[in-house]
């Protein structure tokens, strides 16, 4: 590094190289936070004003509040199954598209099939999980006519478990997606010779191909961890109201005007995620494993 | 383990991916245990698929693949008791170098101080042990190679198959590589297999060499065998070091017959290795270079030298310990001179020079 030395010209061109960046984050990213961030700290006169100021007091309700620690450890929940279903679901449909089809055009066709459901709508989505899980749904129609049960399950649909089942199915393709990308960067000499060395099929997952994949695990997990801590709408919808997250509160807030409440929730929510992704950088180093 | 040998047999062994084409063809060859075996032929030759089927990591189409006695189609790797180094190694990039070599051992079950403590002993015998602890990505190329090495030989495998180590170094280093290959080869004292395309790795290093074409073996035998006395006009020119001329028997007489060539007396050639000669056979012959003397017009020839054939100097390479002179002796192929510096450069000659070419009649080799 010689950044002392660099000729002006030089500088010139790196700051038009960024420029693109920089114009589109500083409006559409760094001023909103600023916003959100002074807006934490103002005083509201409970009608949807504010008043220009500092004061802590949106934090101080925030954090007493018992409601906060209950939502958190809920959207956390939700976040941990997620994460441990979209990271099974994810890695195995990796790892087959990338070590056992051979056909590479088939696997990219395949690879293309995984995109499918985003064709349409997240909401539209999640409507269709109704004829599917709800109480005259396919699944219970289908286990009763079975003899298995006999009253309809009630637990599939407008439950913890349907905002889950909404989550894995709308986040899997982010987990795929940097896992199948690590893994075929993966030389396939290097599983050969561990064949030649000895290795189980099992010996080569543990020691080669999950540790070689460890980026792209923590990109995914870094992309479904926040994204379900930043959502409120599956789980309004997928729960039925019962259910309740993070976001979805000081998206109640906002409905009654407490601005300063909500921002002060979400500037917290920042921090916890802020946390939560360079925990997960620190055990993996990306950019390493990116250029290597 | 049935046995501890590691000579190889191959018979009749046939590769085809599609069916159709026959990338091995038919493969008939017996290695003695211990020995030092080159395969070379052009890319796509067959040569590492057949390195590849002894290996296990490919199956033969056909014939058997026998090593130590036992046939071994269809076993793993590791119930053959072959270990591969491959090409550009595929050392395993997250491990370090001391894990890297323990890996066979640590798939095997065996503890980790044990496995370790085997790994460092192997990292000794290729002197890394300051480098025990780095990633791949640290060491050159040469260090890469040694890993890749002490990881095939750790398991201790009665046959080590090598796809082209020495194609990822640069000239110096493969040279160098090439006597530490050897060495380790004789310390171990087990079957060394070593594809590759360049001719002085294969004569420098084996003790058996391979010559293959389009998945055919041309010619099997000691280096000096196969680069002095080659079968034919495919190996001779591979092998290099050698003029191929051809021509029309235009008479025999005992133990010669004579070549005719256009525009000159014709070539006398002992009949050898070719008993079987008659008037008008298309036939033909390979001269070493080194054994091509070059004289001026009207000069007399050096003794048993009875060809000799007018030729227009085209270019001059000074290599050294000898001089390449390239000449237009045949019409359409190259004609070279390795002159001794000495003798060149007692009277030296420059492009366009008319020269003949002549060499003893003794050491002109019919092909087949």
Request: hydrophobic share 50%; proline share 5%.
């Amino acid at each position: 590094m010689q950044s002392s030395q660099t000729p002006p010209r030089a500088n010139l061109a790196g700051w038009l190289y960024v420029s693109p960046l920089v114009l589109v984050l500083v409006p559409f990213f760094v001023a909103p936070i600023l916003v959100v961030l002074a807006a934490s700290f103002f005083a509201t006169d409970g009608f949807g004003g504010l008043t220009p100021g500092f004061t802590l007091a949106s934090y101080v309700e925030v954090l007493h509040s018992a409601l906060t620690l209950k939502l958190y450890l809920a959207t956390i929940k939700f976040s941990v199954l997620t994460w441990i279903f979209t990271l099974i679901i994810g890695f195995f449909v990796a790892y087959f598209l990338v070590f056992h089809v051979r056909n590479q055009l088939l696997a990219i066709g395949l690879f293309l099939l995984c995109t499918v459901p985003f064709w349409t709508s997240n909401i539209i989505r999640m409507i269709s999980w109704i004829p599917l899980l709800g109480k005259e749904g396919l699944i219970n129609q289908a286990l009763m006519a079975l003899g298995v049960i006999r009253q309809p399950l009630e637990v599939l649909l407008f439950s913890d478990l349907a905002v889950v089942i909404a989550y894995v199915h709308q986040l899997t393709i982010f987990m795929i997606v940097p896992i199948f990308n690590s893994m075929a960067r993966i030389d396939k000499k290097l599983i050969e010779a561990a064949i030649d060395a000895g290795a189980s099929r099992f010996d080569i997952m543990r020691l080669i191909v999950v540790p070689m994949s460890k980026s792209g695990i923590a990109l995914g997990t870094i992309f479904v961890v926040s994204i379900v801590m930043g959502d409120f709408f599956v789980v309004k919808v997928m729960s039925g109201g019962g259910s309740a997250s993070v976001v979805s509160a000081f998206y109640e807030d906002v409905g009654v005007l407490q601005y300063p409440t909500a921002a002060a929730s979400a500037v917290l929510l920042t921090l916890v995620l802020v946390a939560i992704v360079s925990l997960i950088l620190r055990t993996v180093d990306i950019r390493q494993e990116i250029t290597r | 383990m049935k046995s501890d040998r590691g000579d190889i047999e191959l018979a009749g062994v046939c590769k085809s991916f599609d069916g159709v084409t026959n990338v091995v063809d038919g493969v008939n060859l017996k290695i003695a245990d211990g020995a030092y075996c080159c395969f070379i032929g052009p890319s796509g030759c067959g040569k590492t698929t057949i390195l590849r089927m002894i290996a296990g990591h490919e199956d033969p189409s056909a014939g058997e693949i026998v090593i130590g006695g036992q046939n071994v189609v269809g076993l793993a790797p590791v119930q053959r008791r072959t270990a591969m180094m491959f090409q550009s190694y595929a050392l395993f990039p997250h491990l370090s170098v001391r894990e890297n070599i323990a890996f066979a051992l640590r798939v095997r079950g065996l503890s980790k101080a044990d496995r370790l403590r085997a790994a460092d002993v192997m990292i000794e015998k290729v002197r890394l042990t300051q480098f025990a602890d780095r990633l791949p990505a640290q060491l050159s190329g040469g260090q890469q190679q040694r890993v890749a090495l002490a990881r095939a030989a750790i398991t201790e495998p009665r046959v080590l198959l090598l796809d082209e180590p020495l194609s990822a170094l640069d000239e110096q280093l493969r040279v160098q590589m090439r006597q530490e290959l050897r060495r380790m080869q004789q310390e171990l004292g087990i079957t060394f297999i070593h594809v590759t395309h360049t001719q002085l790795e294969a004569i420098a290093l084996a003790d058996l060499v391979v010559v293959m074409e389009q998945g055919k073996i041309k010619q099997a035998g000691a280096a000096r065998d196969v680069y002095a006395h080659p079968h034919d006009r495919y190996v001779a020119e591979f092998m290099g070091g050698q003029n191929v001329l051809s021509g029309r028997v235009e008479k025999v007489n005992g133990s010669c017959f004579t070549l005719a060539q256009a525009a000159s007396s014709g070539i006398e050639v002992p009949l050898q290795t070719r008993p079987s000669v008659s008037v008008g056979d298309q036939v033909d012959i390979a001269v070493r270079r080194d054994d091509v003397a070059l004289v001026r017009p009207g000069r007399e020839l050096p003794p048993g030298c009875t060809t000799s054939l007018p030729s227009r100097v085209l270019a001059i390479e000074y290599q050294g310990y000898f001089v390449k002179v390239m000449l237009d002796t045949v019409p359409d192929d190259a004609f070279v001179a390795y002159v001794p510096e000495k003798t060149f450069f007692a009277d030296p000659f420059t492009v366009g020079d008319v020269v003949m070419a002549t060499w003893a009649t003794g050491s002109a080799l019919p092909l087949a």
